[in-house]
């Protein structure tokens, strides 16, 4: 009897925010609802579609009882994503994208793995195909070593970062539901980057993380992904709004991490000041922009950042000048003259 019970109440709670994604959404839908493994729940999140979205999930809906649709003003995907996760009943999360679609025994492995270790955080790897490039052939990346048994996430994280195999993607990840709740994950609305901002706590507290090399989601990439699109002003304020959740974290949880961790993360906040420092500088020469960093971060952030971050700040043609030596040096003996982070 509690058996079959089990078998109607959702392990795993799939949440698929959904804006204007008609010609994708219901390959993505079917590769969940055709898993091997049946004990899931899908939450479709229609952000505000203007074309037949909605209507597609509704048709979803109405023939599997397993699917849940919710309708809302445009928001952006973290704010879709929130409000998925306060209606999951399922014991983990899986955040799905409404382009992507899954091998059909991607939730068979995450059952495998909470039976046999009941980890926080279970993994896995993917492939990239260029949509409408059907002979192209597919990439791998931000592939997931092969664990033999869980992991804490620290040790995770800094391997990927060792590996270079880092990905700023949560899709690569089933997280369990009892885990974001203790440690308040959630996403930041209003912000893009909101994976990256997301992913490296997430990550960084967990106590046990297993992943696998396999391959198991498949991403496309197209010409209206927001991969793909230029980004501006938005990209250099969430970058700043990154880098700085990044350092708050670390302020926070620096007494239980390693100085590998505390490094990498520094690191990894510092990269994304240059990645603003970059579109900003762009602006200024493209569009007469004049907004720089002191409008977005105080002076005592800026002195917070490395000597190389406050050195592009404060000079911005010098350093460009710097970039292209430090180019020509690495050409010429292989190695930049100075470590870019």
């Not at 270790?117 to 192209?136: L, V």
């Not at 967990?206 to 991969?227: G, K, M, P, Q």
Request: charged share 25%; proline share 3%; hydrophobic share 35%.
């Amino acid at each position: 009897m509690l058996e079959n019970a089990e078998n109607f109440y959702p392990l795993i709670s799939v949440i698929i925010p959904a804006y204007n994604v008609e010609d994708y959404i219901e390959e993505a839908v079917n590769s969940v609802l055709n898993q091997s493994f049946k004990r899931i729940e899908l939450i479709a999140v229609n952000d505000g579609s203007t074309d037949r979205t909605g209507e597609i999930l509704e048709s979803f809906r109405e023939n599997d009882q397993r699917v849940h649709v919710i309708h809302q003003k445009n928001k952006g995907v973290s704010a879709a994503r929130n409000i998925g996760l306060k209606q999951a009943k399922g014991t983990y999360i899986h955040f799905l994208d409404g382009d992507d679609k899954l091998s059909k025994k991607t939730y068979s492995y995450v059952y495998s793995q909470y039976k046999k270790h009941n980890c926080d955080i279970i993994g896995f790897s993917m492939e990239a195909f260029q949509e409408n490039k059907p002979n192209e052939k597919v990439k791998q990346f931000g592939k997931k070593p092969n664990y033999d048994k869980p992991v804490k996430g620290e040790f995770h994280f800094s391997t990927l970062i060792e590996r270079g195999t880092i990905t700023s993607v949560i899709f690569l990840y089933v997280f369990k539901k009892e885990y974001l709740n203790k440690h308040q994950l959630f996403f930041q609305e209003g912000f893009i980057h909101e994976d990256e901002m997301f992913i490296v706590p997430a990550l960084c507290l967990a106590n046990s993380v297993i992943t696998t090399e396999d391959v198991l989601l498949h991403h496309r990439e197209h010409e209206d992904s927001f991969t793909s699109k230029k980004r501006g002003i938005e990209s250099a304020k969430s970058s700043f709004h990154a880098s700085k959740l990044h350092l708050n974290f670390l302020k926070k949880y620096q007494h239980q991490l390693s100085e590998k961790t505390i490094l990498y993360i520094q690191n990894r906040s510092n990269k994304l000041i240059h990645l603003a420092l970059k579109v900003l500088y762009r602006m200024r020469n493209e569009e007469n922009s004049t907004l720089w960093i002191d409008d977005f971060l105080t002076e005592g952030e800026i002195r917070q950042r490395s000597l190389l971050v406050q050195f592009r700040a404060n000079l911005p043609s010098v350093y460009q000048l710097f970039k292209k030596i430090n180019h020509l040096f690495s050409n010429l003996f292989g190695k930049p003259f100075i470590k870019p982070y």
